[in-house]
């Protein structure tokens, strides 16, 4: 959770910006583990939840692609806790190791 703009980013080449809550990204996060199987952490949730919130504005044939730059084992007691987000009022619908 650091709030640090990387030397990487050249911002001339950003079309839009989305912004994303922390519990939009949670459960995108706990989603794309339960669904998709892509043990993947919050900040791939904040890219998923944003590609899935733009998938409106795309054309048949427009490429997207998303990185998925970490993992979930620093968020196994977070956003993977049913009991962390029930006590930080996030939702558990999807529970990502209940099956």
């Known amino acids: 959770g650091s709030d640090m703009v990387t030397k990487a980013l050249d911002p001339d080449i950003i079309d839009d910006v ?12 706990r989603y794309l583990a339960g669904k998709h199987g892509f043990m ?7 890219a998923a939840f944003a590609a899935f919130e733009m998938i409106v504005s795309f054309k048949k044939d427009d490429v997207v692609v998303m990185i998925f730059a970490d993992s ?8 993977f806790s049913d009991q962390w987000m ?14």
């Not at 993947?40 to 904040?46: D, E, I, L, M, V």
């Open 18 to 29: 989305v912004t994303v809550s922390d519990k939009d990204s949670f459960e995108t996060t």
């Open 72 to 79: 979930a084992f620093r968020y196994l007691s977070k956003c």
């Open 86 to 99: 029930d006590e930080h009022g996030f939702s558990t619908r999807q529970k990502v190791f209940a099956q």
């Open 40 to 46: 993947a952490g919050g900040s791939s949730g904040t």
